[in-house]
């Protein structure tokens, strides 16, 4: 399945293949077919916000 990966604080997340995921007994995986970043959450990240 396709993710998005956040290695470093700081650095452009990648889109990168990973294996799909296994359900723990009496689990359930979903699938996302939509999301989002909230930009307050990527100021966060890029290091714009001295609070986080």
């Known amino acids: 399945m396709k993710a ?3 290695e470093k604080f700081q650095e452009t997340p990648r889109l990168v293949t990973v294996p799909d995921p296994t359900p723990e007994p009496h689990g359930v995986v979903l699938k996302v077919e939509a999301t989002g970043v909230c930009r307050s959450d ?5 290091g714009h916000d001295s609070d986080i």
């Not at 990527?42 to 890029?46: D, E, L, N, P, Q």
């Open 4 to 6: 998005v990966l956040f």
């Open 42 to 46: 990527w100021y966060g990240w890029m």
